[in-house]
């Protein structure tokens, strides 16, 4: 799902801007003998259960940090930009959203640490007893996040686990730690006591010895498949987890829309955060009786897209996170053109770090840009005869996340939702659509676990329960 870059020196790392590569900040690597004593810290501070704090302490917590966060929105938002190229307009919107989710965590608490109680009487073995269950924080939790949404992805991982009383450790992206030291500084001043959220910078070494130590409890690792259930296989015994991967979003348009209203929700659907989001319009398999107005349609509308700085608040679309990254979809793209796909619109690169938006029309189905995912801004466009054939071909690869579907027939529309194999369908709306409070899944190889704020607090927490006899 996302790049990792290490661009470690012998003991430090520098944070530069994806868009122009200067340096933003250096900041010192953490050694195994660190990592092994913010382990030791937080898993004597589980242990210490006179340490744990109450829970109307906890959400007095997460009440002010979303008071501190909304205090420096645009200081966030500028930082979000900065470190991670996404554009300024779509950053503020991140920073608003992380605010929200922080204050959902508070409210969600209400209804993830609660028990219930469990009948007793109806037998005559349990004559005389009374019995209940309680929640209890799982223990502590490794957080290991990516650069794409660099402060929500970091509230998405770390406040549930604040929230329900979980010791955390977070490895952000090494392109863009800044916004996630910022929210542990911000969470310390909010009240949460020392050795409750560790954040570390380390090496793939050095991570890989937190994921594989017997006293966590809980991983949630957002990133590529490939690293991801590597991780998942090298686990202790016992200890849970929460993937999040990528896909390669496929959308079906048949011809009873008004393309109006779909070729701009298209374009935000692809091309927001330079394509760079695990749910991004990638695949668009649309009746062929509109396929090739459809695509130059949108081919027109990428082409008035404005590229560039992501700090101007003009800008629409930014840097991708590395040069390295344009350099792959411009090989990935020439590739596709090269075994027959039709270039609309882009196709270029824009210096090292931008990449013009893009509009392959067929491409063939074997090709990079059809099975994998882009993570580029980058669109396929596929002209289709047969609805159901569409959905086969959206359905065939081992990737399965969120889907769309755009009609104005509510029959047609229910049953491209039933036949579409994703963990959520958007009716007449962009695959990359996400609110905090929502189910986020990916099936098969794109994850495990259910994401969500109140669903991740779901995930953090196990159940005691208790019987007492009173005769």
């Known amino acids: ?120 009487g109806h037998t005559e073995a349990t004559r005389g007893r009374t019995a209940f269950t309680s929640c209890e924080p799982i223990g502590v939790v490794l957080a290991i ?21 979980c010791p955390v450790i977070i490895k952000p992206a090494m392109t863009t730690p800044l916004s996630c030291l910022r929210l542990c500084e911000l969470l310390a001043e909010a ?5 409750w959220c560790q954040p570390i910078i380390c090496d793939n070494s050095v991570a890989e010895k937190l994921v594989t130590d017997q006293r966590l409890a809980f991983l949630t690792f957002i990133g590529s498949a490939k690293v991801g259930w590597t991780l998942r296989s090298k686990l202790a015994p016992g200890v849970r987890c929460a993937l999040e991967h990528g896909g390669a979003a496929p959308v079906i348009v048949d011809e009873t829309v008004d393309l109006e209203s779909v070729i701009p929700s298209l374009l935000k659907g692809g091309f927001y955060h330079a394509g760079q989001v695990c749910v991004s319009v990638q695949r668009v398999f649309v009746a062929q009786t509109i396929a090739r107005d459809l695509a130059e349609r949108l081919a027109a509308g990428a082409a008035l897209l404005k590229v560039g700085d992501p700090s101007l608040v003009e ?52 090709s990079m840009v059809s099975t994998a995912e882009i993570f580029g801004p980058v669109i396929c466009v596929y002209p289709y005869r047969d609805r159901l054939d ?18 104005e027939d509510l029959t047609i529309a229910l049953d491209t939702v039933k036949r579409l194999d994703a963990s959520a369908v958007m009716v007449n709306d962009h695959s990359a659509f996400r609110v905090d409070w929502m189910p986020f899944a990916g099936r098969r190889s794109s994850g495990y676990g259910v994401g969500g704020i109140g669903y991740t607090m779901q995930d953090m927490v196990q159940t005691k329960m208790t019987v007492i006899k009173t005769s």
């Open 315 to 366: 800008t629409e679309v930014g840097p991708l996170i590395l040069p390295r990254e344009v350099d792959r979809v411009q090989t990935w793209v020439e590739h596709a053109i090269a075994s027959g796909a039709e270039l609309l619109a882009g196709g270029e690169s824009i210096g090292e770090t931008l990449y013009q938006p893009t509009v392959l029309f067929d491409p063939d189905p074997d």
């Open 1 to 120: 799902m996302t790049p990792e870059a290490s661009q470690k020196t012998t003991e430090t790392l520098d944070v530069s801007s994806p868009f122009d590569g200067s340096l933003i900040k250096t900041l010192p690597f953490q050694t195994t003998d660190e990592a092994e004593q913010m382990l030791e810290t937080a898993s004597r501070l589980f242990h210490d259960r006179d340490s744990w704090l109450e829970h109307d302490q906890r959400i007095a917590i997460l009440q002010k940090l979303s008071s501190l966060v909304a205090a420096e929105t645009e200081d966030f938002a500028l930082l979000i930009a900065r470190e991670g190229g996404k554009p300024l307009t779509d950053a503020r919107i991140e920073v608003t959203r992380a605010v929200d989710g922080i204050a959902l965590a508070a409210k969600e608490l209400l209804n993830v640490m609660r028990g219930e109680e469990i009948p007793m």
């Open 145 to 165: 996040s990516a650069f794409n949404h660099p402060l929500n992805l970091i509230v998405h991982q770390v406040i549930p686990a604040v929230a329900v009383g």
């Open 191 to 195: 009240g949460l006591p020392a050795g």
């Open 390 to 407: 569409a959905i086969r071909r959206a359905n065939s690869l081992d990737v399965a996340f969120q889907a769309a579907v755009y009609t």
